[in-house]
């Protein structure tokens, strides 16, 4: 009795909040928008399942007053490309990762210092946390629109064409593709490695024509991108965490109005959230398909390639550059890192 007496009330409030909650309706249909969403990821990859999901849910609480038109693959140009036309207004939404906007905004590089996280858990608290919070700050003073929830890319494995990866020495001399990215090519250069930066949508035609002999990513990629053709080895260092900034325009997102905004950082934010876990689910699995598509495994010792890092002067070097607020917030939640 009680029970169905609660309902009752809660229908019946539910029924007068609707009508209450119609009232901005007028808002959403005066001014329709229709905004691009680029990003450098096959249609299959979680990121771009729960993308096509997330916008129908825009549409459908708009009321048809906002539309995203989703870009995926690199279609509208390179990373670094669409960064230009995200700053433009060319493009109004763009999803990237923290290490290539390190160009524009410096210390959004930071979660990718080697080694920083042992797992997701960590990940989250640093990027939900404090840490999360600085960057999104420091992204926000460049002049972009950044959404809370970063997205997945996931933890890092080295593939390469040649030999697999087991101790520090096989990274000596390694043709390997890395994004373009000051962090990333101080990375692979302290093992001594030598990287190339190539954006995403050239990497697999840079493998197959051999202009590099080896690049990194995260299975749920090295699956969707189908690096497993050009690809032989996957050596699952997990030697860096890597995730998504969905950023916008930051005058076409003052343009929208209030209630707009509201349902687009809502679904956007819970999007995200959904496609961690898928990708981290994804990750988990994949190598048994990838191994079923030829691909070789080997799982190297993390401890002597990090300390390889050191020697190579990898975090004294990054501490210094991205400054003691910053670094000592990232320590704050992962540990001692130097
Ligand atoms: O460029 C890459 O390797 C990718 C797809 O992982 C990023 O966007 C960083």
């Given at each position: 009795m009680k029970i169905s007496r609660r309902s009752v009330m809660i229908s019946a409030a539910g029924v007068a909040g609707a009508a209450v909650v119609g009232a901005p309706l007028p808002a959403f249909a005066a001014k329709t928008f229709r905004y691009k969403y680029a990003n450098n990821?096959?249609?299959?990859?979680p990121l771009n399942i729960r993308a096509r999901a997330m916008a129908k849910a825009i549409e459908d609480e708009t009321h048809g007053a906002f539309k995203l038109d989703i870009f995926p693959d690199s279609q509208l140009g390179s990373d670094t490309e669409t960064l230009n036309q995200l700053r433009s207004g060319a493009v109004q939404f763009f999803t990237l990762s923290g290490l290539i906007l390190q160009t524009l905004v410096?210390?959004?590089?930071?979660?990718?210092?080697?080694?920083?996280?042992?797992d997701y858990p960590a990940v989250w608290k640093t990027m939900d946390g404090k840490l999360g919070a600085y960057i999104r700050g420091q992204i926000e003073k460049s002049g972009l629109v950044v959404m809370d929830k970063i997205w997945d890319n996931g933890f890092r494995e080295v593939t390469t064409g040649t030999k697999p990866i087991?101790?520090?020495?096989?990274?000596?001399?390694l043709k390997i593709r890395v994004p373009v990215s000051p962090l990333w090519t101080s990375m692979f250069k302290a093992l001594g490695a030598a990287p190339t930066s190539i954006n995403f949508n050239e990497v697999y035609s840079a493998l197959q024509t051999k202009v590099v002999d080896a690049q990194e990513n995260p299975l749920a990629i090295i699956q969707t991108a189908k690096l497993y053709e050009v690809q032989k080895f996957c050596s699952l260092t997990n030697h860096m965490w890597d995730g998504f900034w969905f950023l916008g325009n930051k005058d076409a997102w003052d343009s929208l109005p209030k209630e707009i905004q509201t349902v687009v950082a809502k679904h956007t934010n819970e999007a995200g959230v959904l496609e961690r876990a898928d990708v981290e689910g994804l990750n988990s699995e994949l190598q048994k398909k990838l191994t079923s598509e030829g691909m070789k495994f080997n799982t190297p010792d993390p401890k002597p390639i990090r300390e390889a890092l050191r020697q190579g002067g990898f975090y004294s070097e990054w501490k210094k550059k991205f400054g003691d607020e910053a670094w000592s917030i990232l320590e704050g939640s992962v540990g001692t890192l130097t």
């Open positions: 990821l096959s249609r299959t990859h410096p210390a959004a590089a930071i979660s990718g210092i080697g080694f920083a996280f042992p087991v101790t520090p020495a096989d990274f000596h001399d």
